[in-house]
């Protein structure tokens, strides 16, 4: 697997696509990784003891890895002179 923890990545398919977040955890063995703020869910919690309180919690699903692209942070310029092509001289005869 090449998307590590910490590694910002980009969603390429599903209900998030095209958005962007930071990788908090990899399952390697299920080839899945959490990213945060992505692919939220809505789950019902049960109280578990005295004094407890239940409720619906919002937390991050796992995604799988070939629906996200590693993002790098380096970026090229370019000057007009790298998009125009050189014109090509005709010769006279």
């Known amino acids: 697997m090449k998307v590590k ?3 910002k990545v980009k969603i390429i398919a ?3 696509k095209g958005k962007e977040g930071k990788v908090i955890k990899t399952l390697k063995k299920d080839d899945k990784v ?9 789950k019902h919690v ?6 407890e309180t239940g ?3 919002k937390m991050e699903a ?4 070939s ?6 942070d380096t970026k090229k ?11 090509k001289e005709k010769k006279a005869n």
Do not use: F, Q
């Open 5 to 7: 923890v910490n590694d």
């Open 14 to 16: 599903g209900k998030d």
């Open 34 to 42: 959490i990213v945060e703020g992505i692919n939220i869910i809505t």
């Open 46 to 51: 049960k109280p578990n003891g005295m004094g």
């Open 55 to 57: 409720g619906i919690r």
């Open 62 to 65: 796992p995604i799988h890895v």
């Open 67 to 72: 629906n996200v692209k590693v993002i790098t």
């Open 77 to 87: 310029t370019t000057t007009k002179a790298d998009k125009k092509p050189a014109k």
